[in-house]
Every structure is written in C-alpha cells, then in structure tokens.
C-alpha cells in the first residue's frame, strides 16, 4: 500500500560540499513539504545498523565509514505518491546514469559520493524514518 511518506539523508559529501540548501531547494520546489529535518551525525554503530541489510556485500565497511565520517541532514518528506516519485526525483545511484534535472546528477560526484539517501519502498520509508525521528520528532 502506498503511502505519502519517504524518507531521505542528504549525505556527508553533499553536506561537506555545502549542497543542503539546493537539495532541499529541488525537494520543495518538487511538491514535497518537509514534514520532520535535522542535522545530525551517524556513529559507526548507527551506521552499521542503519546499513545492515548490505552488511554482507563488499561495499559495506567503506559504506559505513562515508556515513560515519561527517554530518548528514535526515528528513522526513509528505507528498503524494511520495517514495516512488522521490526515487524519480533523485536518480539512479550511479550520478553518471542518472537523469538530468535528478538531484544526483547536479550533486553527487560518484556511486560512493552520491549525495542522497532515499527509501526504496513504503515500508523502508517509515521503518527509516523511526530510525532517525523519535515519535515527538515526526509531524
């Protein structure tokens, strides 16, 4: 069942490299009102358990340490038909592959630096989003 919720992490690079305010500019100006934001940074044990269902895949150590290794900015976005568009709205994890006008394909400078985090599915949308939002913290 479809929901009108996603979740997204604006990611370490992206933040390092000062793209908060374009990226949550495309968010909006997309249709998405920003339900739940923070600023924030992951531990190694956050990331581990964040990551866990890639924790067998070889990618998974490096994966971590990125996530780990500087602030991201967590939100929580409403907006109609809201995960799959917002995977639209992203593109695809390779910048090089993805779309013009994506937020990785202006952001991201490789697979690994791809700027943004966005929930596959209606379910990883909020299991994601309980992750980084205590129930106080979700509007």
Known sequence: MATNRTFTMIKPDAVRNGHIGGILSMITDAGYKIVSLKLTQLT???????YA????????????EFMSGGPIVAAILEKENAVEDFRKLIGATNPADAAEGTIRKKY???MGENAVHGSDSDENAAIEGAFHFAGREQF
């Open 44 to 50: 190694v044990t956050d990331a581990q358990a964040f």
């Open 53 to 64: 269902v890639h924790s067998e895949r070889p990618f998974y150590g490096e994966l971590v």
């Open 108 to 110: 991201a400078t490789s």
